[in-house]
């Protein structure tokens, strides 16, 4: 494809070469391996001299074709897919870290991120120490010289806070680190990290790519020559991705850009609903410019995206009592579905944390996170008015 196609056609168009059926959408390959003409074809196969395909746990057209995409939307060198968003932030980390190393992570971070950090990787004796989004000027203080891996959300996961790209971009070039941004809530439609100096890009396609709330799937995208690692290490550990569901990721990524538009306009909507509500006493999304970080929003996001944060009068019981009386949004444990869903992050989510490592990154007993949906705005905020009512 073109580089200079507009995303949206890329996204469209960017396809697998069509079998001898000439078949206008790429068909699934599902297939556990592959054959080949003669020996000197397989052994060539297996020296990595030719770039065929030899077993669906190392590479799959499927596979191809997904992870092209998204290397065009990030501006990437080269991918790799996985199973599940956690096998792409655990299979990248095993594969560029070792025994002795040590890694500087944002605070905020996903639950099972966190315990990744905290409970799997010392077994290896590679350590982590935790930075806050808001304090910059002291990230400086949690280099080492055994530091390799800086690591960061933004938007965090669940607060909506936001961490300065252009900043950490420069910090980890200073000081010689690998930066890996999680994008998951962004979504390369809105934000493209590696243009501020990520060299690694990692999503849980199993939110906003798919969008539907059907398949599980992982990305990991940026550096060629990191890449590399991180497939030699996927080969041979088998954290791999059904085909099936690589082609449903790649279908879903041709709606990313129209999903994302309706998804940040009514977030934007309800924001500013709960943002008038006198039952609620904050609300926290990146296209207000109440956010405290709305500076950063603007320089680095083309737009909000389709998180609110919002804490309720009443704390931790009322919480609980809006949950319970929301007939239209969904309670479940996602986000970036086609579906409104709202979760309590202090019980669920993030309930691995301690109840001091929650509060540190803002996640309070009245915390509701809001994964905004593409129903029609009026019946989003009819059901979540009559919930704060009941509550």
């Given at each position: ?30 297939t ?38 998204l290397?065009?939307?990030e ?17 990248t ?30 077994k ?9 989004v808001n ?26 806070d ?22 998951c ?16 890009v990692?999503h ?22 990191l ?73 680095q ?23 319970n009386h ?20 202090s ?18 007993p ?23 009512e009941?509550?």
């Amino acid at each position: 494809m073109s580089k200079d196609q507009k995303f949206e056609t890329q996204a469209i168009r960017t396809q697998i070469a069509p079998t001898h059926a000439q078949e206008h959408s790429t068909p699934m390959y599902l297939t556990s391996s592959f054959i080949y003409n003669d020996a000197e074809e397989m052994r060539a196969a297996f020296a990595g001299e030719n770039d065929r395909h030899i077993y669906s746990r190392f590479s799959n057209p499927n596979f191809g074709e997904l992870a092209d995409k998204l290397c065009q939307m990030e501006g990437a060198e080269a991918g790799y897919v996985f199973a599940t968003g956690m096998a792409a932030v655990f299979s990248t980390f095993a594969a560029l870290a070792n025994a002795g190393d040590h890694i500087i992570s944002c605070r905020s971070v996903f639950g099972s991120t966190h315990t990744v950090f905290t409970k799997i990787l010392p077994k290896w004796k590679i350590e982590t120490t935790y930075v806050e989004v808001n304090s910059t000027a002291d990230w400086g203080n949690a280099v080492q010289p055994n530091t390799k891996l800086f690591y960061l959300e933004t938007p965090t996961n669940p607060g909506v806070d936001l961490v300065d790209l252009e900043f950490a971009g420069q910090f980890c070039k200073e000081h010689g680190l690998i930066l890996i941004v999680d994008n998951c809530f962004a979504t390369p439609y809105l934000q493209q990290p590696i243009r501020f100096g990520a060299d690694l890009v990692i999503h849980s396609a199993t939110k906003f790519i798919d969008g539907q709330g059907r398949v599980l799937g992982g990305i990991t995208v940026g550096r060629k020559d990191l890449i590399e690692e991180i497939y030699a290490f996927s080969r041979s550990t088998g954290p791999a991705l059904s085909p099936f569901n690589a082609w449903v990721l790649s279908k879903s990524l041709e709606t990313l850009a129209v999903r994302m538009e309706r998804h940040c306009e009514n977030a934007l909507a309800l924001s500013e609903f709960l943002e008038a509500h006198p039952k609620v006493n904050w609300v926290k999304y990146p296209g207000l410019k109440s956010h405290p970080q709305f500076d950063i929003a603007q320089k680095q996001m083309s737009k909000g995206g389709a998180l609110v944060a919002f804490g309720i009068q009443g704390g931790l019981e009322n919480g609980r009592n809006f949950l319970n009386h929301l007939s239209l949004c969904s309670l479940t444990a996602n986000l970036g579905d086609s579906r409104t869903i709202a979760t309590h992050p202090s019980s669920t989510t993030h309930a691995k944390l301690t109840e001091e490592e929650r509060l540190k990154v803002g996640i309070t007993p009245e915390l509701i996170r809001v994964s905004v949906g593409l129903e029609h705005i009026d019946d989003i905020i009819s059901d979540i008015q009559q919930a704060l009512e009941k509550a």
